[in-house]
């Protein structure tokens, strides 16, 4: 399965209004710690790959995923082979991690505010040191990747956002990328 992703900077408010406008059906507030690693390996970052543990605390609980992203699939969006499944102790699973030889490196803070809206998930991120996105995403097989895209393309617009507006880097590469300049 693939993730098919686009992310702009916007104004949460303005979205936000707009969502309501356009009937947009509120999923709830997250606040997820990501927490990212490097390979023994290979070099993630030259291979555009990703490996982090997410602890996610919700309303009612606290899930905890890992999750392996693929690189970038296209040039037209944030699409990456994706696959996650839940943890029952992000404790056990960095310790497995850090036994063959993967390195704990960054970590990345957001709060996330999401809704669904013409079957795709709309989500108001605020990151830590970043500042606000606006991030439209669905699942995807692979003969449907371009156009889910379009789709994702047409909520933004929907949205009063610009798709040419778009953001590729992830916010683990955002945050590097600020602490190298």
Not at 58 to 79: F, N
């Amino acid at each position: 399965m693939y993730e098919v992703e686009v992310k702009v900077r916007a104004d949460h408010e303005a979205v936000r209004d707009r969502l309501n406008e356009l009937g947009a059906r509120a999923l709830g507030t997250v606040t997820q710690e990501d927490f990212y690693y490097d390979a023994p390996h290979r070099d993630f970052a030259k291979t555009d790959e990703a490996l982090r543990i997410r602890q996610e605390a919700g309303e009612d609980e606290t899930v905890e995923v890992v999750t392996y992203k693929g690189p970038l699939v296209e040039e037209e969006s944030k699409t990456r082979k994706e696959h996650e499944t839940v943890v029952g102790d992000s404790e056990t699973v960095d310790a497995l991690l850090s036994a063959l030889g993967f390195e704990a490196t960054e970590t990345v803070h957001k709060e996330r505010e999401r809704y669904e809206l013409d079957g795709y998930v709309v989500t108001l991120d605020s990151v830590t040191g970043l500042g606000e996105f606006v991030e439209v995403e669905a699942a995807a097989k692979a003969d449907d990747v371009e156009s889910v895209r379009e789709g994702a393309f047409d909520v933004l617009v929907d949205l009063n956002l610009d798709p040419n507006e778009q953001v590729r880097t992830s916010y683990l590469g955002l945050l590097l990328e600020d602490t190298r300049e």
